[in-house]
């Protein structure tokens, strides 16, 4: 029996946060990351709770939170006994939070404790989808961590643009690129299904017509509102489909020569899409859907191609990790390592090729040289 499921409850619009106001309970842990506390970023969740509301902020997540960074935040997580956890931030506080939950649940298992904590997240970055999926990736040493449990998944979400205006140019490029790559991934995932494939063209379509404009004036309301639609929806859509090996191969090579999640996912896709035979007619519909050149399935996959290289030139990303400034030394040493990676990831089930290591060596060469 197939499942698709809509949560958590999403609230969005310029007074989202007022949702804050009416919570009743007495302990809140906020997980967040220093710049969050820097920019005075929290003062939008704080100055929102009530007055008698006890917080603890959790601030020391950093880019591609490492395991050692849970284990610190469950510690707290564990002496605080908050009533609700609200994750502040982009992918990784998200994905940070919901590995503290997910290790606290699996302590109270262990301890016969039957304890549920709200969950609120709010993302300030329009990329990772996290604040609606019941996935976290954590890193330990050089290897990326995929986690997927239900009870990860939020009670509610809160979008709200006022938090994106003062992003960077790249922040935009690479979070923007990564939900490119998670609604269409999720749209040729062989275990997409119409629900999830509707969220997935929708968030598509809004890419297209959005991000390059968000990207070069991050102030423009529609814009930045449209692009952060995107990437909820691709990120309901990839929860009930999964995804392919382009983030499979990102977890790895981000991991490994410390490159941005979504700069690695950009980097990667076209040569993804070209490998990825077994989706032709779907690359052809989403070519269809926006209105390119698409008179045969060949020509409709090459139309997506082109689409996306011309967005990453408008973007300023790199065209290979060679151009990128990964050592190709380094990068041949680690390529056993990476294949295993890869073939271990969870997304890699559902890619719509299954590869051999040939076709997958061949692949990460063409990634690294561009060619």
């Known amino acids: 029996m197939k499942e698709f499921r809509l949560q958590p409850k999403i609230l969005f619009g310029e007074d989202s946060l007022d949702y804050l106001k009416t919570l009743e309970y007495k302990k809140v842990m906020i997980v967040t990351d220093e710049v969050m506390t820097q920019l005075k970023l929290t003062d939008f969740i704080t100055n929102n709770l009530s007055s008698s509301t006890e917080v603890k902020i959790f601030n020391k997540v950093e880019p591609n939170p490492s395991m050692q960074t849970i284990e610190n935040g469950l510690k707290d997580f564990i002496d605080f006994e908050p009533q609700c956890v609200i994750a502040l931030g982009g992918g990784s506080p998200i994905d940070a939070c919901k590995a503290i939950l997910y290790f606290s649940y699996e302590l109270y298992k262990k301890l016969k404790v039957n304890k549920k904590v709200f969950f609120i997240a709010v993302p300030t970055t329009s990329g990772t989808g996290s604040e609606v999926t019941s996935y976290s990736v954590v890193t330990k040493g050089e290897h990326k961590i995929a986690l997927a449990d239900e009870k990860m998944l939020p009670d509610v979400a809160l979008l709200n643009t006022a938090f994106l205006s003062g992003l960077p140019a790249k922040v935009v490029a690479d979070t923007g690129m990564d939900v490119l790559t998670h609604s269409i991934e999720a749209y040729v995932s062989t275990n997409a299904?119409?629900?999830?494939?509707?969220?997935?063209?929708?968030?598509?379509?809004?890419?297209?017509?959005?991000?390059?404009?968000?990207?070069?004036?991050?102030?423009?309301?529609?814009?930045?509102?449209?692009?952060?639609?995107?990437?909820?929806?691709?990120?309901?859509?990839?929860?009930?489909?999964?995804?392919?090996?382009?983030?499979?191969?990102?977890?790895?090579?981000?991991?490994?020569?410390?490159?941005?999640?979504?700069?690695?996912?950009?980097?990667?896709?076209?040569?993804?899409?070209?490998?990825?035979?077994?989706?032709?007619?779907?690359?052809?519909?989403?070519?269809?859907?926006?209105?390119?050149?698409?008179?045969?399935?060949?020509?409709?996959?090459?139309?997506?191609?082109?689409?996306?290289?011309?967005?990453?030139?408008?973007?300023?990303?790199?065209?290979?990790?060679?151009?990128?400034?990964?050592?190709?030394?380094?990068?041949?040493?680690?390529?056993?390592?990476?294949?295993?990676?890869?073939?271990?990831?969870?997304?890699?089930?559902?890619?719509?090729?299954?590869?051999?290591?040939?076709?997958?060596?061949?692949?990460?060469?063409?990634?690294?040289?561009?060619?």
């Open 193 to 371: 299904n119409p629900f999830s494939s509707s969220f997935a063209m929708k968030s598509i379509k809004l890419i297209f017509e959005n991000l390059v404009a968000h990207y070069n004036d991050r102030k423009i309301q529609g814009p930045k509102e449209n692009v952060q639609f995107a990437s909820c929806l691709a990120g309901i859509a990839f929860d009930n489909s999964s995804l392919g090996i382009n983030h499979s191969i990102a977890h790895t090579v981000g991991a490994k020569f410390h490159i941005a999640h979504g700069r690695a996912n950009a980097i990667i896709m076209p040569y993804v899409i070209e490998v990825n035979t077994e989706a032709n007619r779907k690359y052809f519909e989403i070519s269809r859907e926006l209105g390119l050149p698409s008179d045969t399935i060949e020509e409709g996959k090459y139309s997506l191609l082109s689409f996306v290289r011309i967005l990453k030139e408008k973007l300023a990303v790199e065209k290979s990790l060679k151009d990128y400034g990964v050592d190709f030394e380094a990068f041949k040493r680690e390529i056993p390592s990476m294949l295993e990676d890869i073939k271990k990831d969870i997304c890699t089930q559902y890619n719509p090729n299954k590869l051999t290591d040939e076709e997958y060596v061949r692949l990460l060469l063409k990634i690294y040289f561009g060619e």
